[in-house]
């Protein structure tokens, strides 16, 4: 695509269009993200078994840190391309693309390797128990094998966005998680090979997904480049990626080692606790997943302002998406809240662990209407080149408030306790996000 068309739509089209038109395809493609995270859980739990929903709600969040390094490179490499694009700079934006292309080969490649060899001790971290340990051991030693593609297609959903074309970074997402979902009940129900065949069509939808992305680039059809030529860590390319990426990963892989730390602390209580706290946590992100992927959608638009220092057009934006995120993460709890019930039969059958799963469910829903703000303030300051923001935000959602919370409330109420955790540590980051965002805007004169 044109710059002359990016800018056409980030500059001067109306407010409403220029972010519909990049947020709702990212939105779309994050709900087929969504659809993909409930499809392992779902299909497994048509077999019955609640020790195996157990040990993918265990295995999960160590997958998710290769999603985590993915995001690491996609979403630093959007805030620094799209205000590069904003200052006219193309052949630095293509420098800083390639980069995180070969950067999420190498880190993945790496990541894999370690993970094989670090197995054990890793089942043993996240808590798996002697019915669990083997079922959790087969899903994490097959999905770990294809880490650079899952880093591929997670960074590139996002970079793609840049250009403007919110469509084709949906499709590559849609095309592997679609796959998956496909996949799963042929190989999970149909070959009867239970968890392994939900690790398997993993695997085949994240390659799936690479393939497309590499393939969109490699045909020409973007005016950046993956090619190894333009690879560079020096000229500040790796260390402004990495400024902003870090930030934003870590927020998603203390979000996995809470979700670790939350299972090996429910072990206390059983398997069926376990396997009820897997299903809750689906439940929210039901609002979690569509209002980051609004959230990333805006960014490129935000961080294109920044660049070109259209600061009013900065703030009609910014203000458009945080009402519009508000009312659906209102909208979107309030469904999950009404269908608790229902959306939770469709993984437990077990009379105990549903239990669990609408109590645990209900509590995650009491705070789950204000995602939409706090992901649109979080990509705000992402865009804006606000690193130190970005990682104060990260850092305290699921790491200094969270984990803190999660060992006192225990101490005073017990199991639920584990749960009450993370609505008070999304309250308290909502309101580090607003006041961060507010210094941060006065300094770059955002009034």
């Known amino acids: 695509m044109e710059n002359k068309k990016t800018m ?82 193309t052949e630095y934006a293509k420098k800083v693309c390639s980069f995180c292309m070969w950067g999420c080969v190498i880190v993945g490649v790496v990541m894999s390797a370690c993970m094989l060899i670090l197995i054990e001790p890793i089942l043993s971290l996240v808590g798996a128990s002697a019915d669990t340990w083997n079922l959790a051991k087969t899903y994490l030693m097959i999905v770990v094998c294809c880490g650079p593609f899952v880093l591929i297609s997670n960074c590139y959903s996002n970079v793609v966005r840049t250009e403007g074309e919110s469509a084709k970074a949906m499709m590559g997402t849609l095309v592997g998680n679609l796959l998956n979902v496909i996949l799963d009940p042929i190989l999970i129900l149909g070959f009867g090979w239970n968890i392994a065949g939900a690790a398997i069509a993993t695997v085949i939808g994240n390659v799936i997904g690479a393939i497309y992305y590499i393939a969109y680039f490699v045909r020409g059809k973007s005016s950046l480049s993956i090619s190894l030529k333009d690879f560079t860590v020096k000229n ?32 206390e209580y059983g398997d ?20 980051m992927g609004l959230g990333q959608g805006v960014q490129p638009i935000l961080g294109y302002c920044v660049g070109a220092k259209l600061w009013d057009r900065f703030k009609k934006v910014l203000r458009f998406s945080l009402v519009f995120a508000f009312l659906l993460s209102v909208v979107l709890t309030g469904i999950c809240y ?37 992901y649109v303030l979080t990509n705000a300051l992402q865009a804006m080149g606000a690193a130190t923001a970005a990682l104060i935000i990260n850092v305290s959602r699921q790491g200094i408030i969270f984990i803190p919370a999660l060992f006192i409330l225990k101490m005073i109420m017990g199991m639920t306790g584990l749960v009450w955790a993370q609505p008070v540590a999304d309250i308290v980051s909502l309101i580090i996000a607003c006041v961060l965002y507010i210094n941060t805007s006065k300094k770059m004169v955002i009034q």
Do not use: W
């Open 8 to 89: 056409e739509l980030f500059s001067n089209a109306p407010i409403s269009q220029a972010v519909l038109k990049n947020a709702l395809p990212a939105m779309a493609a994050m709900l087929m993200v969504l659809v993909y995270n409930l499809a392992d859980t779902f299909f497994i739990g048509q077999t019955h078994d609640a020790l195996q929903v157990a040990a993918v709600s265990l295995a999960t969040p160590v997958f998710l840190i290769f999603m985590a390094i993915g995001t690491m490179f996609g979403i630093g490499g959007t805030s620094v391309i799209s205000r590069a694009l904003g200052e006219g700079k």
């Open 236 to 267: 500040k390319v790796a260390s402004a990626v990495l400024a902003i990426g870090v930030p934003a990963a870590l927020g998603s892989v203390l979000m996995s080692v809470s979700q670790i730390i939350i299972n090996s602390q429910m072990a």
């Open 272 to 291: 069926m606790a376990i396997a009820a706290m897997g299903v809750a946590m689906k439940v929210v992100i039901i609002t979690g997943m569509v209002c």
């Open 338 to 374: 009404l269908f608790t019930n229902q959306i939770v039969s469709a993984f437990l059958t077990d009379t105990t662990a549903f239990g669990y799963a609408v109590q645990f469910s209900r509590i995650l829903l009491a705070t789950s209407f204000l995602f939409g703000v706090f």
